[in-house]
Protein backbone atom coordinates (compact mmCIF):
# COMPACT_ATOMS: atom_id res chain seq x y z
CA UNK A 1 0.00 0.00 0.00
CA UNK A 2 1.14 3.40 -0.82
CA UNK A 3 0.02 6.11 0.62
CA UNK A 4 -0.40 10.16 -0.43
CA UNK A 5 -0.18 13.14 2.06
CA UNK A 6 -0.84 16.33 0.22
CA UNK A 7 -0.62 20.19 1.78
CA UNK A 8 0.69 23.45 1.66
CA UNK A 9 3.64 22.77 3.75
CA UNK A 10 4.31 26.35 4.56
CA UNK A 11 5.87 25.32 6.56
CA UNK A 12 5.60 21.11 7.26
CA UNK A 13 6.11 21.16 11.53
CA UNK A 14 4.81 18.42 14.02
CA UNK A 15 1.54 17.86 13.77
CA UNK A 16 1.63 16.85 9.68
CA UNK A 17 4.92 15.07 10.81
CA UNK A 18 3.67 13.27 13.82
CA UNK A 19 0.38 11.77 11.47
CA UNK A 20 1.89 11.09 8.34
CA UNK A 21 4.02 8.59 11.23
CA UNK A 22 1.04 7.50 12.70
CA UNK A 23 -0.64 6.68 9.31
CA UNK A 24 2.32 5.25 8.28
CA UNK A 25 2.45 2.40 10.61
CA UNK A 26 -1.08 1.89 11.11
CA UNK A 27 -1.27 1.08 7.67
CA UNK A 28 1.52 -0.36 7.59
CA UNK A 29 2.56 1.76 4.30
CA UNK A 30 5.30 1.08 2.21
CA UNK A 31 5.88 4.53 0.79
CA UNK A 32 4.23 7.63 1.81
CA UNK A 33 4.23 10.93 -0.77
CA UNK A 34 4.66 14.09 0.77
CA UNK A 35 3.43 15.95 -2.15
CA UNK A 36 3.43 19.91 -1.15
CA UNK A 37 1.13 21.92 -3.95
CA UNK A 38 2.77 24.03 -6.89
CA UNK A 39 -0.03 26.70 -6.28
CA UNK A 40 -2.83 25.82 -3.47
CA UNK A 41 -6.18 24.88 -5.26
CA UNK A 42 -8.73 26.30 -3.00
CA UNK A 43 -6.41 28.86 -0.91
CA UNK A 44 -4.12 32.03 -1.79
CA UNK A 45 -0.88 31.96 -2.55
CA UNK A 46 1.25 31.22 0.30
CA UNK A 47 4.51 33.36 1.50
CA UNK A 48 7.16 31.00 0.96
CA UNK A 49 8.14 29.82 -2.74
CA UNK A 50 7.30 26.45 -3.72
CA UNK A 51 10.65 25.25 -3.82
CA UNK A 52 11.72 26.60 -0.44
CA UNK A 53 8.74 24.91 0.92
CA UNK A 54 10.08 21.57 -1.09
CA UNK A 55 13.30 22.48 0.47
CA UNK A 56 11.96 22.51 4.08
CA UNK A 57 9.94 19.32 3.66
CA UNK A 58 12.59 17.30 2.01
CA UNK A 59 14.69 18.40 5.09
CA UNK A 60 12.14 17.37 7.67
CA UNK A 61 12.00 13.45 6.05
CA UNK A 62 15.38 13.23 5.30
CA UNK A 63 15.88 10.77 7.67
CA UNK A 64 12.77 9.40 8.14
CA UNK A 65 12.29 5.56 5.97
CA UNK A 66 9.29 5.79 3.98
CA UNK A 67 8.93 9.23 3.91
CA UNK A 68 9.23 10.74 0.26
CA UNK A 69 9.04 14.23 -0.13
CA UNK A 70 7.53 14.54 -3.63
CA UNK A 71 8.12 17.10 -5.63
CA UNK A 72 5.84 16.25 -8.46
CA UNK A 73 3.27 19.04 -8.07
CA UNK A 74 5.94 21.27 -8.95
CA UNK A 75 6.78 20.07 -12.13
CA UNK A 76 3.37 20.82 -13.48
CA UNK A 77 1.70 23.85 -14.97
CA UNK A 78 -1.11 25.54 -13.22
CA UNK A 79 -3.30 25.02 -10.37
CA UNK A 80 -2.04 22.05 -8.54
CA UNK A 81 -5.03 19.07 -8.49
CA UNK A 82 -5.39 16.14 -6.27
CA UNK A 83 -7.18 14.11 -9.02
CA UNK A 84 -4.09 14.48 -11.61
CA UNK A 85 -1.29 13.78 -8.82
CA UNK A 86 -3.19 10.40 -8.35
CA UNK A 87 -3.73 9.44 -11.61
CA UNK A 88 -0.27 10.06 -11.95
CA UNK A 89 1.19 7.92 -9.36
CA UNK A 90 -1.43 5.16 -10.10
CA UNK A 91 -0.25 5.24 -13.61
CA UNK A 92 3.34 4.06 -11.62
CA UNK A 93 1.84 1.51 -9.71
CA UNK A 94 1.12 -2.22 -10.48
CA UNK A 95 -2.94 -2.23 -10.67
CA UNK A 96 -3.73 -3.89 -7.55
CA UNK A 97 -1.37 -1.91 -5.98
CA UNK A 98 -3.71 -0.06 -2.77
CA UNK A 99 -3.12 4.05 -3.23
CA UNK A 100 -4.19 5.74 -0.06
CA UNK A 101 -4.90 9.51 -0.01
CA UNK A 102 -4.74 10.77 3.76
CA UNK A 103 -6.69 14.28 4.41
CA UNK A 104 -7.87 15.86 7.19
CA UNK A 105 -11.21 16.05 8.57
CA UNK A 106 -11.51 19.75 7.22
CA UNK A 107 -10.26 18.98 4.10
CA UNK A 108 -12.39 16.27 3.79
CA UNK A 109 -15.34 18.73 4.47
CA UNK A 110 -14.61 20.74 1.64
CA UNK A 111 -13.56 17.64 -0.80
CA UNK A 112 -17.03 18.52 -3.20
CA UNK A 113 -15.20 21.63 -4.17
CA UNK A 114 -12.16 19.89 -5.05
CA UNK A 115 -11.77 19.52 -9.33
CA UNK A 116 -13.06 16.13 -10.33
CA UNK A 117 -13.63 14.89 -6.96
CA UNK A 118 -15.55 11.86 -7.78
CA UNK A 119 -12.63 10.96 -10.45
CA UNK A 120 -10.54 10.74 -6.97
CA UNK A 121 -11.89 7.37 -6.23
CA UNK A 122 -10.92 5.96 -9.58
CA UNK A 123 -6.91 5.75 -8.54
CA UNK A 124 -6.85 6.18 -4.94
CA UNK A 125 -9.22 5.69 -1.63
CA UNK A 126 -9.46 8.18 1.36
CA UNK A 127 -8.49 7.86 4.68
CA UNK A 128 -9.95 10.72 6.69
CA UNK A 129 -7.87 11.64 9.56
CA UNK A 130 -9.74 12.62 12.31
CA UNK A 131 -9.64 13.57 15.92
CA UNK A 132 -10.85 10.65 18.22
CA UNK A 133 -14.17 10.68 19.13
CA UNK A 134 -15.01 12.89 15.36
CA UNK A 135 -18.41 11.92 14.08
CA UNK A 136 -18.98 12.62 10.34
CA UNK A 137 -21.95 14.77 9.39
CA UNK A 138 -24.50 13.32 7.07
CA UNK A 139 -22.13 12.58 3.72
CA UNK A 140 -23.34 13.05 -0.15
CA UNK A 141 -25.03 9.09 -0.93
CA UNK A 142 -21.68 8.90 -3.58
CA UNK A 143 -19.39 8.92 -0.45
CA UNK A 144 -21.35 7.45 2.14
CA UNK A 145 -21.92 4.16 0.14
CA UNK A 146 -17.59 4.31 -0.33
CA UNK A 147 -17.54 3.91 3.71
CA UNK A 148 -16.08 1.18 5.18
CA UNK A 149 -15.64 0.68 9.15
CA UNK A 150 -12.77 -2.17 8.23
CA UNK A 151 -9.84 -1.13 7.31
CA UNK A 152 -8.31 -4.54 5.77
CA UNK A 153 -10.89 -3.53 3.01
CA UNK A 154 -8.42 -1.04 1.66
CA UNK A 155 -5.52 -3.03 1.41
CA UNK A 156 -7.46 -5.68 -0.69
CA UNK A 157 -9.08 -3.40 -3.42
CA UNK A 158 -6.95 -0.52 -4.72
CA UNK A 159 -9.20 2.07 -4.57
CA UNK A 160 -12.48 4.04 -4.12
CA UNK A 161 -13.22 3.41 -0.99
CA UNK A 162 -13.60 5.84 2.39
CA UNK A 163 -12.70 5.18 6.03
CA UNK A 164 -12.33 7.41 9.32
CA UNK A 165 -9.19 6.83 11.23
CA UNK A 166 -8.20 8.64 14.32
CA UNK A 167 -4.76 10.20 14.75
CA UNK A 168 -3.36 12.49 17.29
CA UNK A 169 -3.76 16.22 16.34
CA UNK A 170 -1.13 18.15 17.71
CA UNK A 171 -2.51 21.66 18.39
CA UNK A 172 0.09 23.16 16.06
CA UNK A 173 -0.67 25.10 12.92
CA UNK A 174 1.66 26.58 9.93
CA UNK A 175 -0.27 29.99 9.86
CA UNK A 176 0.21 30.25 14.11
CA UNK A 177 3.96 29.52 12.95
CA UNK A 178 4.45 31.94 10.65
CA UNK A 179 2.76 34.64 12.70
CA UNK A 180 4.96 33.78 15.70
CA UNK A 181 8.16 34.57 13.27
CA UNK A 182 6.53 37.55 11.98
CA UNK A 183 6.36 38.13 16.02
CA UNK A 184 10.24 37.64 16.60
CA UNK A 185 9.17 34.84 18.96
CA UNK A 186 10.80 31.55 18.50
CA UNK A 187 8.94 28.42 16.73
CA UNK A 188 11.73 26.05 18.27
CA UNK A 189 9.96 22.39 18.90
CA UNK A 190 6.62 23.15 16.67
CA UNK A 191 8.65 22.11 13.76
CA UNK A 192 11.98 20.24 13.11
CA UNK A 193 15.19 22.25 13.79
CA UNK A 194 16.96 21.92 10.01
CA UNK A 195 13.34 23.39 8.83
CA UNK A 196 14.03 26.48 11.54
CA UNK A 197 17.18 26.84 10.29
CA UNK A 198 16.13 27.20 6.27
CA UNK A 199 13.58 29.19 8.01
CA UNK A 200 16.42 31.68 9.10
CA UNK A 201 18.61 31.27 6.30
CA UNK A 202 15.78 32.55 3.53
CA UNK A 203 14.53 35.03 6.41
CA UNK A 204 10.87 33.34 5.80
CA UNK A 205 7.57 34.89 7.20
CA UNK A 206 8.83 37.80 8.46
CA UNK A 207 6.38 40.11 7.74
CA UNK A 208 3.42 38.03 7.11
CA UNK A 209 0.36 39.61 4.98
CA UNK A 210 -2.44 36.73 6.37
CA UNK A 211 -3.29 36.77 9.70
P1 LIG B 1 -2.18 26.53 7.55
O1 LIG B 1 -2.09 26.86 9.00
O2 LIG B 1 -1.32 27.37 6.66
O3 LIG B 1 -3.61 26.38 7.07
P2 LIG B 1 -1.67 23.71 8.05
O4 LIG B 1 -0.72 23.62 9.17
O5 LIG B 1 -3.13 23.43 8.33
O6 LIG B 1 -1.49 25.11 7.35
P3 LIG B 1 -1.53 22.32 5.45
O7 LIG B 1 -0.24 22.16 4.75
O8 LIG B 1 -2.53 23.19 4.84
O9 LIG B 1 -1.11 22.73 6.95
O10 LIG B 1 -2.19 20.91 5.79
C1 LIG B 1 -1.94 19.73 5.11
C2 LIG B 1 -2.65 18.61 5.81
O11 LIG B 1 -2.17 18.48 7.15
C3 LIG B 1 -4.17 18.79 5.95
O12 LIG B 1 -4.81 17.59 5.59
C4 LIG B 1 -4.39 19.10 7.40
O13 LIG B 1 -5.62 18.59 7.85
C5 LIG B 1 -3.22 18.38 8.07
N1 LIG B 1 -2.78 19.05 9.30
C6 LIG B 1 -2.41 20.31 9.45
N2 LIG B 1 -2.07 20.60 10.72
C7 LIG B 1 -2.22 19.45 11.43
C8 LIG B 1 -2.05 19.07 12.81
N3 LIG B 1 -1.64 19.94 13.73
N4 LIG B 1 -2.31 17.80 13.14
C9 LIG B 1 -2.72 16.93 12.22
N5 LIG B 1 -2.90 17.20 10.92
C10 LIG B 1 -2.67 18.45 10.51
Sequence with gaps: M?????????????GHLRTALEVKELFKLQRLHLVPC??????????????IRMQMLAAAVADTPGFYADRRE?????????????????SEL???TPLVLFIGADAFAGLERWHRWQHLFEFAHI?????PG??????????QQRVVDDAGVLSVEAAGRVFFQPVTALAISATEIRRLIAAGRSPQFL??????????QHQLY????DQ
Design 2 to 14: IGVYGGTFNPVHF
Design 38 to 51: RLPAHRGQPEADAE
Design 74 to 90: LERDGPSYMVDTLAALR
Design 94 to 96: AGD
Design 127 to 131: VVMTR
Design 134 to 143: FQPGPLPVFL
Design 191 to 200: LPDRVIALIR
Design 206 to 209: QATT
